[in-house]
């Protein structure tokens, strides 16, 4: 009798005995293999990358990385957030935050313009990516030119001023220069980059807003 249940009991035993031990056994996960290779590079501090004139909108974030058996994978994120060109987007393992001032919603509202450019018939001030033109005559027509990208504006005057040419430093108005023509004089205003624009009429002149 003793004899039989040591049979029986030795039976079930190897049936749940694994066929290979140095394998993992059915709903472990697999430990992937390490490679030799040597992975001894500097450690992340902060890297940058600058986006072209035309970027306006950041879709998504794509991060290529080796892992332990060194293959190469990807891991990306959805964002569809609106950038601003000139500044790079950064990225970093540092926890560190740098303090900024606080600024009331009140206080953001409130654009200070900047006089920039004066001719015999029209002011013009700037701030951030408007740009106010301060006069009393009508616009013909106004359209955008490419290479290098520029709005183009003519006013309806007869007048005999003399050619105008000005730079602007650190703007997204890059350069103002101001023609005569037959029955108009003709306004152009260089840009850094690439924009589309809106113009719309004031009390006192126009806005140009870039966008």
Known sequence: MIKLFLVTLL??????????PFFPSKGENDIPFTSNEDMSVPKLKRAAISL?????????V????KSLDGSIENKSIELNNAVDWHLPIFISQSYTQELTKKVSTKQKQILSYKNIANIKYAKFFISKNSLKIITEDKILRNFLLVQPHRIVIDFKKDTNMKSYFKKIDKSMFTKIRVGNHDGYYRVVIELDGYYRYKLKTQNNGYLITLR
């Open 11 to 20: 039976f079930f035993t190897s049936m749940q005995a694994r066929e290979n």
């Open 52 to 60: 072209p004139p035309q970027a306006r909108i950041l879709q998504k």
């Open 62 to 65: 794509t991060i290529e990385y």
